[in-house]
T-cell receptor, first 112, second 114 residues
Framework: GDSVTQMEGPVTLSEEACLTI???????????LFWYVQYPGEGLQLLLK?????DKGSNKGFEATYRKETTSFHLEKGSVQVSDSAVYFC???????????FGTGTRLTIIP | DAGVIQSPRHEVTEMGQEVTLRCKPI?????LFWYRQTMMRGLELLIY????????DSGMPEDRFSAKMPNASFSTLKIQPSEPRDSAVYFC????????????FGSGTRLTVV
């Protein structure tokens, strides 16, 4: 079945540091890939997505590239801010299936 | 658009009591999902509906859990009787814009069963 494996946290970085959160997936079909972000006390929000190989999703300075050859979708940001502190979830949705499969989430804390 | 609205935001109840969680999805979004989030298990899909019809309830943990969607603007998740291990944050999510595959989540209901 489908599964998502993401980097275990928690991750703590200083402001303006570079961020990478690893995500790899297993899917029976040809999935779409997503990153969601959850701020404290809130629901999940879609951060970015990619629907086919080599697509790059981007939003709020975050980027992730759909790598079919390595079945990966790593989240990156060149310079993090305190406001980026949140839990980040990698997810996939297989073609023809409305359900999202989530990773376990990575808690990110940015210190000033 | 007010987004997906869940109520209550917090619920504390005693073991054995019935608990009802409510969700008002976004108008026109024809899929609705119920998730449970815990530290131990992360996000778990409990059940989802399409056009008010339950499609997959394989994630519902036990017969104590039931969900309904009587119309396009309202859904409930009921736990009867509740147990301490049901303590979690329960999220409702809607999917309408299938081209963009964007789920919209509610803010969740934090349930504590004592």
């Amino acid at each position: 079945g489908d599964s998502v494996t993401q980097m275990e946290g928690p991750v703590t970085l200083s402001e303006e540091a570079c961020l990478t959160i690893n995500c790899t997936y297993t899917a029976t079909g040809y999935p779409s890939l997503f990153w969601y972000v959850q701020y404290p006390g809130e629901g999940l929000q879609l951060l970015l997505k990619a629907t086919k190989a080599d697509d790059k999703g981007s939003n709020k300075g975050f980027e992730a590239t759909y790598r079919k050859e390595t079945t990966s979708f790593h989240l990156e940001k060149g310079s993090v801010q305190v406001s980026d502190s949140a839990v980040y979830f990698c997810a996939l949705r297989d073609f023809g299936n409305e359900k999202l499969t989530f990773g376990t989430g990575t808690r990110l804390t940015i210190i000033p | 658009d007010a987004g997906v609205i869940q109520s209550p935001r917090h619920e504390v109840t005693e073991m054995g009591q019935e608990v009802t969680l409510r969700c008002k999805p976004i108008s026109g979004h024809d899929y609705l999902f119920w998730y449970r989030q815990t530290m131990m298990r992360g996000l778990e899909l409990l059940i989802y509906f399409n056009n008010n019809v339950p499609i997959d309830d394989s994630g519902m943990p036990e017969d104590r859990f039931s969900a309904k969607m009587p119309n396009a603007s309202f859904s409930t998740l009921k736990i009867q009787p509740s147990e301490p291990r049901d303590s979690a944050v329960y999220f409702c999510a809607a999917l309408g814009d299938r081209a963009n595959y964007g789920y919209t989540f509610g803010s969740g209901t934090r349930l504590t069963v004592v």
